[in-house]
Nanobody, 131 residues
Framework: QVQLAESGGGSVQIGESLRLSCAAS????????VGWFRQAPGKEREGVSC????????YYADSVKGRFTISKDQGTNTVYLQMNDLRPEDTAVYYC????????????????????????WGRGTQVTVSS
């Protein structure tokens, strides 16, 4: 049974940073694709970042390129999302997700199909950015 748990969310001001963590049990995350998604009230769940397992390639939505960085720590079986220069439009609940086979390109470019690529989800962590 795969279980994911996000942490690290909070309330910050414009331009500040947060680092989200996704801790896993029941699966070695580095062996599978891992995605970070976010969902704001009334909006679709969108993929913001994804890491491919076989070569560690990383993918980002255009809205976060240059500001967010996905990384992994194999020793602790944790995937991180470093978020810098946060903006009010980044406010959302952030989720991590994994599956056996997921398409990171679809995950980060197609809001309608991205979330379908993953079957295992955490419960999310709230990020609020205020001016």
């Amino acid at each position: 049974q795969v279980q994911l748990a996000e942490s690290g969310g909070g309330s910050v001001q414009i331009g500040e940073s947060l680092r989200l963590s996704c801790a896993a049990s029941g699966r070695t995350l580095s062996n599978y694709p891992v995605g970070w998604f976010r969902q704001a009230p009334g909006k679709e769940r969108e993929g913001v970042s994804c890491m491919r397992s076989r070569d560690g390639s990383t993918y980002y939505a255009d809205s976060v390129k240059g500001r967010f960085t996905i990384s992994k720590d194999q020793g602790t079986n944790t995937v991180y999302l470093q978020m810098n220069d946060l903006r009010p439009e980044d406010t959302a609940v952030y989720y991590c997700a994994t599956d056996f086979e997921s398409n990171c390109v679809i995950a980060t470019t197609d809001p309608r199909r991205g979330a379908i690529e993953f079957d295992y989800w955490g419960r999310g962590t709230q990020v609020t950015v205020s001016s």
